[in-house]
């Protein structure tokens, strides 16, 4: 269940994934244009019948038209009320006060948790679709718990993270009082409370503190990655990146003590955090320098709550 990269060839209508175990080296550049991926149906990728372009910055892997298609039939849009399969209802935990509560198809296991990265989870129920989703809006409504949290908010609970001990007492008097609510759907089993951590699926020992991990951006053709696999969560892929000699580049005054100082990430290079979902849609090939080129946002010392940084090339 590690993290993976997942690869497709429209002509051939092949498709093969790739794992990505800390240590693993991977150096890529972006060839061509980013191209909607289409629509999947049944198992497989049905090709965009636009050829649609897509801009490099987000994390959207559909153009417009396909996306309003993909969701004309998603359990996420309340579209699939008919949907037969059990749904369980979880808690995922992401940091301290940072607990959602979610559903997903009970055959899928705990694969959606894992692609959302939780760092522990707890099962409350599980049953029929519409019992799920009543007891996701009950958790909602009644105790205030969302179904979902922004990507930054995840990312920067990953660098303070308390005990295994006290996310699991946080997770389950969470757990016990949403069990004792009422009006809790009478046809949704409850599930006694077992909360699973991720530590060591994820390496989360191995990533710096929040400050001091760099972020890439989307790329652009010709942009390349070059860097070693430090952990994965979720979509997220932390790499020690290849850096010029001297540690830096790029221009503006200070720009290399600011990086020297949040970013370094230990010897070898500074570690930088890859939102995967950038890579969607692009065609990779190899890369042809040692270094990365693609944008890169360093956290700067002093930085306000706005989370202001520095961004450029090395």
């Given at each position: 269940m590690g993290q993976r990269l997942g690869w497709y060839c429209a002509e051939r209508g092949a498709e093969r994934v790739s794992p990505l175990p800390p240590g693993r080296t991977l150096a890529f550049g972006a060839v061509g244009e980013r191209r909607c991926l289409g629509?999947?149906?049944?198992?497989?990728?049905?090709?965009?019948?636009?050829?649609?372009?897509?801009?490099?910055?987000?994390?959207?892997?559909?153009?417009?038209?396909?996306?309003?298609?993909?969701?004309?039939?998603?359990?996420?849009?309340?579209?699939?009320?008919?949907?037969?399969r059990p749904y369980g209802v979880y808690l995922a935990y992401f940091g301290p006060g940072l607990v959602k509560v979610g559903i997903t198809a009970a055959e899928r296991g705990a694969a959606r948790l894992v692609e959302q990265g939780a760092v522990a989870y707890a099962w409350l129920g599980r049953g029929p679709l519409m019992a799920?989703?009543?007891?996701?809006?009950?958790?909602?409504?009644?105790?205030?718990?969302?179904d979902r949290f922004a990507k930054e908010a995840k990312r920067a609970a990953r660098g303070a993270l308390p005990p295994v001990p006290e996310r699991v007492a946080?997770?389950?008097?969470?757990?016990?009082v949403a069990r004792e609510l009422a009006g809790w759907p009478e046809t949704l089993e409850p599930v006694a409370f077992a909360c699973v951590d991720h530590t060591e699926l994820f390496g989360l020992a191995r990533i710096p503190p929040v400050g001091e991990v760099a972020e890439l951006g989307g790329l652009t053709a010709g942009a390349?990655?070059?860097?070693?696999?430090?952990?994965?969560?979720?979509?997220?892929?932390?790499?020690?990146?290849?850096?010029?000699?001297g540690g830096g580049g790029g221009s503006g005054s200070g720009s290399g003590d600011a990086r020297g100082a949040s970013a370094k990430g230990g010897a070898g290079g500074a570690v930088a955090v890859l939102d995967a979902r950038l890579l969607s849609g692009w065609v990779l090939g190899a890369a042809r320098g040692r270094v990365t080129t693609a944008p890169v946002r360093w956290p700067v010392a002093g930085d306000d709550?706005?989370?202001?940084?520095?961004?450029g090339l090395f």
């Open positions: 629509v999947r149906r049944a198992g497989r990728w049905i090709v965009c019948p636009y050829d649609a372009v897509l801009e490099g910055e987000g994390v959207k892997d559909q153009c417009p038209r396909c996306a309003q298609l993909d969701r004309s039939r998603s359990v996420a849009a309340d579209t699939m009320a008919d949907d037969p799920a989703r009543r007891a996701e809006a009950l958790l909602g409504s009644a105790l205030g718990v969302p946080e997770m389950g008097e969470l757990h016990r390349e990655i070059v860097g070693e696999v430090v952990a994965g969560v979720g979509a997220d892929v932390y790499l020690r990146l290849r850096l010029r000699s709550e706005r989370g202001a940084e520095q961004e």
